[in-house]
């Protein structure tokens, strides 16, 4: 089992660019999240999703895009790129919510310029 | 506002003695709380959690204490080994939501 795996690892962007952070899955959990962790802020929730087909919100998901097209992927998308969204980015996924630990990737690392 | 704290950004310890890291919380509706351990440039690893209705856990080497009361949490690992050296996340969670909250961080070196 991969596990949970991000692509891409690294990326570079200008400012006003796009892109889209791909997260899979091979454990057939149902629910998937995407974070971003920034010096002396945590991991912070941008959307998550409880199932193939739904998104929801988390605590910062402005300037984001989430697609959950099939159960096992779950991407992020950012429209038009701004320096306030270089940070690193986390993919996890559980069985369900609750009481449920969440399984990390391995991060991307992007700096937008 | 920051709904999970972890006060001590750092923590240094000598091989084989107690580490403590410490959590602190707001939200009286977290019901479930987890500790994550994170190595550089590698995703959170989960490592250990409790529920509200404990007020203790134990797995191996690492402990979880749980005050209620105090919105408090804490994380005792014995014996430190060079291997823990990491940054520790707690997190936290009310049952009836899909998100979990976490903190800061505290980044724990074991010195050999």
């Known amino acids: 089992n991969a596990g949970v795996t991000q692509t891409p690892k690294f990326r570079v962007l200008k400012t006003g660019q796009s892109m889209t952070l791909l997260c899979a899955q091979d454990?057939?959990?149902?629910?998937m999240y995407w974070y971003r962790q920034d010096p002396g802020m945590g991991l912070r929730l941008i959307h998550y999703?409880?199932?193939?087909?739904?998104?929801a919100k988390g605590e910062v998901p402005d300037g984001y895009n989430v697609s959950r097209l099939k159960k096992q992927n779950f991407l992020l998308g950012l429209e038009s790129a701004a320096p306030s969204q270089t940070s690193v980015y986390f993919c996890?996924?559980?069985?369900?919510?609750?009481?449920?630990?969440?399984?990390f990737g391995p991060g991307t690392r992007l700096t937008v310029l | 506002d920051q709904q999970v704290k972890q006060n001590s950004p750092s923590l240094s310890v000598q091989e084989g003695r107690i580490s403590i890291l410490n959590c602190d919380y707001t939200?009286?509706?977290?019901?479930?709380f987890l500790w994550y351990k994170k190595y550089p440039a590698e995703g959170p690893t989960f490592l250990i959690s409790i529920s509200s209705i404990k007020d203790k856990n134990e797995d191996g080497r690492f402990t979880v204490f749980l005050n209620k009361s105090a919105k408090h949490l804490s994380l005792h690992i014995v014996p430190s080994q060079p291997g823990d050296s990491a940054v520790y996340f707690c997190?936290?969670?009310?049952?009836?939501?899909?998100?979990?909250?976490f903190g800061t961080g505290t980044s724990l070196t074991v010195i050999p």
């Open positions: 997190a936290a969670s009310p049952s009836t939501g899909n998100q979990f909250y």
């Open positions: 454990m057939n959990h149902e629910y």
């Open positions: 999703s409880v199932g193939e087909g739904t998104t």
């Open positions: 939200n009286s509706m977290f019901d479930y």
């Open positions: 996890a996924s559980s069985t369900s919510g609750g009481y449920n630990e969440q399984f």
